[in-house]
């Protein structure tokens, strides 16, 4: 399913941020405070596993975005109609605890990371 809505080429170059981010936690740097509840400076090795199985859904929702663009040719219509919707439902949940988190940075950036990324999933799944 090709759009036009440049929808797709925004959630892949917003998920790429996010595994910048990730892949920085991952590697120790100091900015901990977004991620995680940001109860630490630098992840303890619990996180850090957290962080890679972050990076790897975040690739897996870019790859449904590819798709979305025409760039991968993985999945039929029908299939990528409904990864789109499960895709917009599991962030739209994220949102929740993200806006709830004690960390300030984290519910500012995480809150914008994830509502974008969700609305334009849900641009995807409409379109």
Not at 22 to 35: K, M, R, S, T
Not at 49 to 59: D, F, N, Y
Not at 96 to 123: N, Q, Y
Request: aromatic letters at 10%.
């Amino acid at each position: 399913m090709i759009t036009v809505t440049g929808a797709e080429y925004a959630a892949i170059a917003v998920l790429a941020l996010f595994v910048v981010v990730h892949l920085a936690l991952i590697l120790g740097a100091p900015c901990g405070v977004v991620a995680w509840g940001g109860s630490h400076r630098r992840l303890p090795v619990g996180y850090r596993i957290a962080s890679g199985l972050a990076v790897v859904v975040a690739a897996v929702f870019a790859g449904v975005a590819g798709e979305n663009a025409g760039i991968t040719h993985l999945f039929g219509a029908p299939v990528l109609g409904v990864l789109n919707w499960l895709v917009f439902g599991f962030l739209a949940l994220v949102i929740v605890p993200i806006v709830l988190s004690p960390s300030i940075p984290e519910r500012f950036f995480g809150g914008i990371i994830s509502t974008v990324v969700a609305a334009l999933f849900l641009v995807m799944a409409l379109g």
